[in-house]
């Protein structure tokens, strides 16, 4: 039996929506709430709901999540480690309530102009993959994760959802500073006390204290106030936890609207989805809360705000890029057709980006740590172009290139990086498949096939 925090459920109890016995009774059930977000770029699906996989997914669909539009919940939770699909970067398993992101975005930004958009707090990538999936190609999708341990699971994230205008960088917040009104959106997503995800993660509820509670709150403010000069004049901000406590959520709007000159920007809401409007206490805000008990999904907060005060931008550098030279350019050009995609050469990397956002990059570089830029697309070796893993996944790739489809079998076999065997003509480098999905690179030589799966990637179980 999962006992509550007593001083959690004494200060729930003093919002009038909250309804204890629901909530005690939803985190004492077995429920699990498993959902996924499609990546439409990869899969098109005509019957999703119900059908027994015949959609080319390895599992069936339940219902959509209806705060967005890619998101579905599962029956049940199926083994995503042994689903070649989940390492193609088909979907993304992501928390139903966090989705809500989409709409947040749908009803305050127009996402069909060029958009900067910065995701301060992004790893393991949730937000960050759902926020590039609506943006436009033009726009820019910056994911930045200030704990250095934790950027390989968001490159590998970033890598798999495949699409071109994402960059990373490694820092902390107050290195925003640098670039006052550079971007449109940003989504900060906050550490935060995790109370939202105790019914999924019951061994959170004993790491829960007040005191935690207490500097969970000064961080987030700390963030904010950090991360605040970066955005636009009417740039919006998407502030976000997965915790219950109002010092995290509703007073953390009372700081930034008492502090700085914005808006609290109310979303329409569809009654049937059970999400709760707050006001904050002192600026009467809007906040959105997700409670388990009240909606298909775990804890969660949500707030929109849009600056209203002037910022004079930077300058962009107009610095010169490093060209592949022409034999790399050919080289590259094969894999990349678009001509809308531009290659910048980092020592002996190339990497591909959407032509406009290279200026962006040669700008951003000079003020932050970027660990990722588009996509890279590898490197020549003695005489051959050598593929990076990345742009196998990317969407960009072409589709002309030949691809050697494996079996469930052997494509289980390629991500635990196995031997590989076939019989197949063509030599030198080929990606791999799973329903047409790639997988990755391997390297077809006269007796033997090599695989070069990622080591850090292989499943291990
Ligand atoms: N947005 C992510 C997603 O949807 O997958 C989840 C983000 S998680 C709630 C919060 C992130 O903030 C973590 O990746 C954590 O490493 C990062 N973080 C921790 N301390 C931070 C700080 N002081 N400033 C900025 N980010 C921090």
Known sequence: ??????????????????????????????????????????????????????????????????????????????????????????????????????????????????????????????????????????????????????????????SKWGLMNGMISNNDPKDFRRIPGYFDVLMIDAPCSGSGLFRKDPAAIREWTEEGVRLCSQRQQRILADAWDCLKENGVLIYSTCSYSTEENEDILDCLLNQFACESLRLPLDASWNIIETRSEKANGYGYRFYPDKINGEGFFLAVVQKKSEVNGIQKVKEKREMPNKQEETAVRKFIPDEDNQFIRMSEWIHVMPAGLLADFLTLKNYLYMKKAGVMAGRMGSGEWIPDHELALSTGLNPEIPELELSGSDALKYLRREVLTADVQKKGWIPVSFRHQKLGWVKILPNRLNNYFPKSWRILK
């Open 1 to 158: 039996m999962l006992v509550l925090p007593q001083k959690l459920m004494t200060a729930l109890n003093k919002l009038a929506h909250f309804d204890e016995d629901a909530f005690r009774a939803v985190h004492q059930s077995d429920t699990q709430v498993v959902s996924v977000r499609l990546n439409r770029a990869k899969i098109q699906i005509e019957e999703e709901i119900g059908a027994t996989a015949p959609h080319g997914l390895s599992f069936p669909l339940a219902d959509r999540i209806p705060w967005t539009s890619n998101g579905f919940y599962l029956p049940e939770r199926p083994s995503f480690t042994l689903d070649p699909l989940f390492h193609a970067g088909v979907y993304y398993v992501q928390e139903a309530s966090g989705m809500f992101v989409e709409h947040a975005l749908r009803n305050t930004v127009d996402l069909s102009s060029p958009l900067k958009v910065l995701d301060l707090c992004a790893a393991p990538g949730g937000k960050s993959t759902l926020i590039q999936s609506l943006i436009s190609k033009e726009s820019l999708l910056l994911s930045n994760e200030v704990i250095k341990t934790r950027v390989p699971v968001l490159h590998q994230n970033m």
